[in-house]
């Protein structure tokens, strides 16, 4: 069985080279560039000003009483 595709004829902007998606691209490159450039500009200086994260957990407090009678008196 055969597959028939029926492509529209090109118009006359893409046979020539010339078409509005190449200058899409281009600015959406431009502008990727120039946020990239921004982040590293401000973004990187402004994380190492922050510093280290500090976490403060509380030792626990353990009562060890001063005298322990290890004596072990049975009754009969």
Same mark, same amino acid.
Request: proline share 8%.
């Given at each position: 069985?055969?597959?028939?595709?029926?492509?529209?004829a090109p118009t006359a902007v893409?046979?020539? $080279?010339t078409s509005t998606g190449g200058i899409s691209f281009l600015i959406g490159i431009i502008v990727l560039?120039?946020?990239?450039? *921004?982040?590293?500009?401000? $973004?990187i200086p402004?994380?190492?000003?922050m510093g280290q994260v500090q976490v403060n957990i509380p030792a626990?407090?353990?009562? *060890?009483?001063n005298k322990v009678d290890?004596?072990?008196?049975?009754e009969k």
């Open positions: 069985m055969t597959t028939v595709i029926n492509n529209p893409e046979t020539e $080279g560039v120039g946020l990239v450039m *921004v982040f590293l500009y401000f $973004g402004a994380i190492q000003r626990p407090q353990i009562i *060890v009483p290890l004596n072990v008196t049975q």
